[in-house]
């Protein structure tokens, strides 16, 4: 028998003490051994919990107790959840998150700590809730080079475009919506303005690719200026917008950012509507592959972080090998590098568009409003001709094979 | 260094020939360790190839000799493979494959004899091509209790039926250009009639639930059956027709099956065009997983062999405990068990279709036939029905969340 200790008893964390409690017979099965939870970490009461017996206040409980193996954090952030995190590999502990923040701000020397320890240290559940990323990236690709990996990577921004695509919903309409149903959080800055999906890409760049690559490094655009007319503009091009996390092997450097792309209709990515999250590896032997499922909530997240725990059981003595090398903002290059078409909607006149950017396609008109799609270029090139006087109300990039 | 031998060196095998080569940097990153090519057994002569020093024609050398610790079988067929199988087992060595027959009809003998013997039997390959299946079932949903998993398994029949709906095509002369393209074999029979994929549904399904499912239990219908008009009335009814294998709990039974069905627009699997496939996996805490890519081809398919290698390194030590009972017919149910809307397409008169069936969706009409989709139902009450007086042309599950 295996025990576990659980870090937090919010969403996440009471959604791995269930699943462990439901499927407990497959798990035992696929795990070759029972696993109980110890301990539940918390600083609240739960009264009337069923696992009330199990709450304890203090992690030296957890760290001084030879008979936890493996803690599983649930608490968020990077700061409380760093310092248990630091302090459950240095007892010699295997340690499983949700956190994404945590992996993508000091996965690296995590990974280290956990390779000098000889013990795992598995996230599964840090990016794209209960869909199988990392290990399908760290393993089943692993014949590949991976030159690219792009992917809708927060299922509140997704909601909301989906929405407003619709409904013809405004953003603020749709974000209301959102908080309402409980898909978009009061202060909804780290969704909207792309942070959450910021912290995601670095994580499966940093996989995808060997070396760290911090938020620091990743610019980030959110969704707060798609319109419900780019969305319609968008939608007579044959495209759908989409908020994307993308990482692009350039030589040996990498491009990454997030921002809103128009994604086209033969794009699978583009039917993953509402809090669906979707990722894009693309591999030189594999090809795409695409993966698509629910990008976070209570059980999903659960599933994907249970199913770490199993893994961490059957390599209790052979750690599992992921790994990255550090990284520093030299192994990054601008996206501004990156060739596209783009998309644009402004007021300019369409014989001032054409006259500055030779060949376009226009989307359907609308009153007061122009809105095109450009030739393959760079991002640099195309703000060097919107400097010559074309005012762009709308610029995104249209995600495609170049 | 590790030493592999590669049986076959038709399409799949100089594909993980060229993989190993290709992409030697990552895969001895990966592994920790190079991976070398020792042998490559094959009847054929290739004069001038730059492996010719490779080849062997005695399977025995392989056999014998200490060095190779993984053999990687790319023959085909279960019957010399078979041997070659269960040979390379015994003498302790790790197999990988991606033949889906030998796996489909000797999967737990080999999973038997690999956990006998302590090494590692993988066969990533044999289901979905360069797709994570396998893995993602077996491990990233492994704290789950699956209930249904279903796909679009064969790439050959996806493309004939995907150009069908594109341009209007009869299926004879969408088969014919499939075969002019290379897409599909001089005899076609395997894939139209629905045995490959009947081949992939057993070994998901009995990695999804334990026991295994022998094609022999399992009733497949190909889509020789299926019409443009077909199509047509599907798309005015908001699908898309597609040949999925599905497998479903049904209490403590499998229902397990091939088919054409109707897939709604809203599906992921609906937008999966071409020679790509796709594979819906639904757990119980997960909820749907999606998981897209192609689902043939030599580089794919070697993509997911060499990742098989690579993981077989890793696990040199320690089995990778991939493993399900054996099942007989008693643990199965027939199909007609489980209740879905069904299309149908008949020359009864309306009148009569809604006086046996009650409410009905009707497609838009065509002259001289009807088309429409039932009230939810199982096959055996649909069938009931139908020998009242109506004549099926067509009969398809409309494949849906009953």
Known sequence: ??????????????????????????????????????????????????????????????????????????????????????????????????????????????????????????????????????????????????????GILNGTTNYILSEMEKNGAEFSAALADAQKKGYAEQDPTADIEGTDACRKICILSSLAFGKHIYPDFVPAEGITGVTRDDMQFAGSLGYRIKLLGRARAVQDKIAAYVAPHLVSFDNILSGVSGVTNGVTVRGNASGDIVLVGAG?????????????????VKHMYAKKQISWQNGDKSDTVAPSVLESSWYIRTNAERSKIEREFGEVVF????????????????????????????????????????
């Open 1 to 150: 028998m295996i025990e576990v200790a659980v870090l937090g008893f919010g969403v996440v964390g009471s959604g791995i003490v269930e699943v462990l409690d439901k499927n407990s017979a497959e798990i035992t099965r696929n795990a070759g051994q029972e696993i109980r939870v110890k301990y539940i970490l918390d600083m609240r009461d739960f009264p009337g919990s069923p696992y009330e017996r199990l709450l304890v206040k203090d992690f030296g409980i957890i760290e001084r107790d030879p008979g936890v193996s493996i803690v599983v954090e649930a608490i968020g952030g990077a700061g409380q959840a760093f310092d248990f995190a630091r302090r459950t590999l240095s007892a010699g502990k295997s340690l499983v998150t949700s956190n994404k923040e945590l992996v993508a701000e000091r996965g690296y020397e995590l990974l280290q700590l956990a390779g000098e320890k000889g013990v795992n240290f598995l996230f599964e559940a840090a990016v794209g809730g209960g869909i199988p990323v990392i290990r399908p990236v760290a393993q089943c690709l692993s014949a590949n080079k991976i030159s690219e990996i792009y």
């Open 296 to 312: 976070a909530g209570k059980l999903p997240t659960a599933s994907a972080a249970v199913a770490d725990v199993i893994d961490a």
């Open 363 to 402: 989307a359907e008109s609308a009153p007061g409003a122009t809105a095109f799609k450009t030739a393959v270029m760079s991002g640099k090139k195309v703000n060097d001709i919107l400097a010559r006087g074309i005012n762009a109300l709308s610029l995104f990039r249209v995600m495609g094979d170049y």
